[in-house]
C-alpha cells in the first residue's frame, strides 16, 4: 500500500463495490473529521452525502465500472475542523475503490496570495501608468503656453519686421533664416505635444487617432495605407490609451525598419469583449522570435510589457523578405481604473 500513499501526509481510503467504507487511515480520519470505528462499514453517502450533489459519486461508481482513474480537487467542509482543499486520486484496487486525499489547503492559499499579489502589481503599475500620462499632459501644455506660443509670437514679430523696406540683403538673409529656424522650431515643438498627449484620442477616440497618424504617416512617407475598423461602442480610456501607444510604436518601427514598404495594413475592432489592433507591412521582415529573445529589443518588449499590463496579448509574426504583422488584443475594458487603483 505504501507504493500509492505516504500514510503520514495522505488521506486513504478502501470502498466496496456498493461504496462502503472498508478501510480510512488516521489522515483520512482528521479530513472527514470522524473515527474509522465511525465509517467503517457505513455508506459513503451516510458520512459525505454531499458526493452525491457534487457529482462525485457516479464518478467513482464509473471508475469501479470501467477502471479509469480521475483526479480533482474540492473543498470539504465540517463543523469540528477548519474547511481544507483536497486533491482526490480516485482508482480501482482490486474489487474495490481507492480513494488518496492530499490536503492542498496551503498550496491554494499560497496560490490565492500569488493571485493577489499579481492584481496588485498590475493595479499599481496601471496607477503608474495613469500618473505618468497624467504627467505627460502637463508637459504637453507647459510646451504650449510657455515655449510654442512666445515662439509663434516672436514668428509674428518677425513677420512684421520682415515687412518693413530694407535695402540690406543681407539682413534680409538673416531675417529670411531667423524665419525659417522659428518655423522649424514650432513645428518641432507641436509634434513634441503630440508625443507627449493626444487631445484627439481623449476628445474623439482611438479610431480618429489612427485615421489622423496614417495620414500624416502617408505623407511623411509616400507608403499606401489601409484602415479597416468594426466596432460598435469605444473602449474604456486606459485601453484606449494602451492601443494608442502601441500603435505609435509600430509606426515608428516601420518608418524606421520597414524600408521600401509599399503599403500598411491596419485593422481595429472591437468583438465579444475583445479589442483587437493589427498593423501589417509589406516590408522587408526580420526574424521575429530572435529579435523577441533579444533583450535588448526595447521596442518590442516594450509593447509586449505595455500589453500584458492591460491584461492582454502582443504578438508579432515577420520572416525575412515577407513583412510583418503585429498583433495586440485587449480586454474591452479594463480589470480596474487607474483612478481605482489609487484608492487601493
Request: charged share 30%; glycine share 6%.
Amino acid at each position: 500500500m505504501s507504493a500509492f500513499v505516504n500514510s503520514s501526509t495522505e488521506g486513504f481510503v478502501l470502498l466496496d463495490e456498493n461504496l462502503d467504507y472498508m478501510f480510512i487511515n488516521p489522515v483520512a480520519e482528521r479530513m472527514i473529521g470522524v473515527s474509522r470505528e465511525a465509517v467503517v462499514g457505513k455508506n459513503i453517502l451516510d458520512i459525505m452525502p454531499d458526493v452525491k450533489e457534487s457529482g462525485r459519486y457516479d464518478k467513482y461508481l464509473k471508475v469501479l465500472k470501467t477502471g479509469e482513474p480521475f483526479h480533482i480537487e474540492y473543498m470539504v467542509s465540517h463543523t469540528k475542523f477548519r474547511d481544507i482543499h483536497v486533491g482526490l486520486k480516485a482508482f480501482k484496487a482490486g474489487d474495490w475503490l481507492g480513494l488518496i486525499a492530499t490536503d492542498i489547503t496551503e498550496r491554494k492559499r499560497m496560490e490565492e496570495a500569488l493571485r493577489k499579489s499579481e492584481q496588485t502589481i498590475r493595479q499599481l503599475a496601471k496607477a503608474s501608468a495613469y500618473a505618468h500620462e497624467e504627467e505627460r499632459q502637463r508637459i504637453s501644455l507647459e510646451v504650449h503656453d510657455r515655449i510654442s506660443q512666445t515662439l509663434t509670437a516672436a514668428f509674428h514679430q518677425m513677420q512684421a519686421l520682415q515687412a518693413i523696406p530694407s535695402e540690406d540683403t543681407g539682413a534680409q538673409r538673416i531675417l529670411q533664416r531667423a524665419l525659417d529656424l522659428l518655423q522649424e522650431s514650432i513645428r518641432e515643438s507641436r509634434s513634441i505635444m503630440e508625443d507627449l498627449y493626444s487631445p484627439v484620442l481623449s476628445d474623439f477616440g482611438i479610431v480618429a487617432v489612427i485615421d489622423e497618424e496614417l495620414r500624416r504617416f502617408r505623407e511623411e512617407t509616400g507608403c499606401g495605407t489601409k484602415f479597416d475598423k468594426r466596432f460598435a461602442a469605444r473602449p474604456t480610456p486606459d485601453v484606449e490609451l494602451t492601443a494608442y501607444r502601441i500603435f505609435r510604436e509600430v509606426l515608428a518601427n516601420i518608418k524606421r525598419h520597414a524600408i521600401g514598404a509599399s503599403e500598411v495594413k491596419v485593422s481595429f475592432s472591437c468583438e465579444a469583449g475583445v479589442v483587437s489592433l493589427q498593423v501589417k507591412d509589406n516590408g522587408p521582415g526580420f526574424d521575429a522570435e530572435a529579435a523577441m529573445q533579444n533583450k535588448r529589443v526595447g521596442g518590442l518588449k516594450g509593447m509586449q510589457r505595455r500589453a500584458e499590463l492591460g491584461g492582454g496579448t502582443f504578438e508579432v509574426a515577420s520572416t525575412p523578405e515577407q513583412g510583418t504583422t503585429v498583433t495586440v488584443r485587449l480586454p474591452y475594458a479594463s480589470e480596474t481604473s487607474a483612478p481605482d487603483a489609487e484608492k487601493e
